[in-house]
């Protein structure tokens, strides 16, 4: 995903012609099949959208799209934003930031939840329902600051990188009455972790030892398989048509498998 969004940050990309695609056509089922893929200017600024299409019986899909947009804002400061878009959904968004003191990137896959109704079966005015799903985000952060001296005599580099991740399973099972759900639900974080790490180094070039020894200081945290039993109660906000959880209750918890390193230290249970 990171490579995608560098290289749709390159000159090469950013240069593209509009509307330049690739086309690849087939069948399905004995249905017209065809795939698409364009590069397309989103702004005079030089902004570019690639997007992956899917015409399958007689109707258009976009599978995947990806916008990258630079700004430069009155200080002069560079800033090219990048989205990837996957059905429809904003599944990252990031940019990168251009300015005296350096480069940075930050970028984030947004806390999301996604459900499979698996059962329902309904029992008089009250609807008895099992879902199944997963929740996942992720976060990415890198900066890069070089400082040089003029006459040259020394250059310095400081370079710090965090990332974060978690992805869990979950299942639940619920009675619903009108506009409010409860039951009993299980969940298996299959991983959560992050971590941060720093690199400075300097460089003397009219020195007789012209590097330093760089400095390195890494830490981190990654819990697997951390699970748990609870019960919740659901109302449903007729305004932004959304079930909001009012009460999560655990009844066990399981910690997982923890492995911790730097400053970074595991809970105990």
């Not at 990309?13 to 056509?25: K, N, P, R, W, Y």
């Not at 299409?53 to 990806?66: I, S």
């Not at 996957?86 to 990168?96: D, N, Q």
């Not at 790490?197 to 819990?223: F, R």
Request: overall charge neutral; hydrophobic content about 40%; glycine content about 10%.
């Amino acid at each position: 995903m990171v490579l995608i969004i560098a290289l749709l940050s390159s000159p090469l990309f950013i240069s593209a012609q509009a509307d330049v695609g690739l086309q690849e056509t087939g069948k399905l089922l004995g249905k017209e099949l065809k795939v698409e893929q364009k590069f397309e200017r989103t702004s005079t600024s030089g902004g570019l959208q690639s997007s992956t299409d899917v015409w399958l019986f007689g109707k258009e899909r976009t599978l995947m799209k990806v916008q990258s947009e630079p700004q430069t804002s009155e200080s002069g400061e560079i800033r090219i934003q990048n989205d990837l878009y996957v059905a429809g959904m904003r599944l990252w968004s990031g940019g990168g930031t251009i300015q005296n003191q350096g480069y940075s990137y930050e970028g984030l896959i947004a806390p999301t939840q996604l459900a499979w109704p698996l059962v329902t079966y309904p029992l008089g005015p009250i609807l008895l329902q099992i879902d199944a799903g997963v929740n996942y985000q992720a976060s990415l952060k890198a900066r890069a600051t070089p400082t040089i001296t003029f006459p040259i005599q020394s250059v310095s580099l400081k370079t710090s990188l965090e990332a974060k991740a978690a992805g869990a399973g979950y299942l639940e099972g619920y009675a619903k009455f009108l506009v409010v759900r409860g039951g009993v639900g299980g969940s298996i974080d299959v991983i959560e972790g992050h971590t941060v790490a720093s690199v400075e180094a300097e460089i003397s070039p009219t020195e007789q030892n012209p590097v330093t020894e760089p400095k390195i200081e890494v830490s981190g945290k990654l819990t697997v398989l951390k699970g748990r039993i609870y019960g919740f109660v659901d109302t449903y906000r007729i305004l932004v048509g959304k079930w909001k959880r009012v009460l999560n209750k655990n009844f066990f918890v399981y910690p997982g498998k923890c492995w911790a390193f730097g400053e970074e230290k595991c809970e105990t249970p």
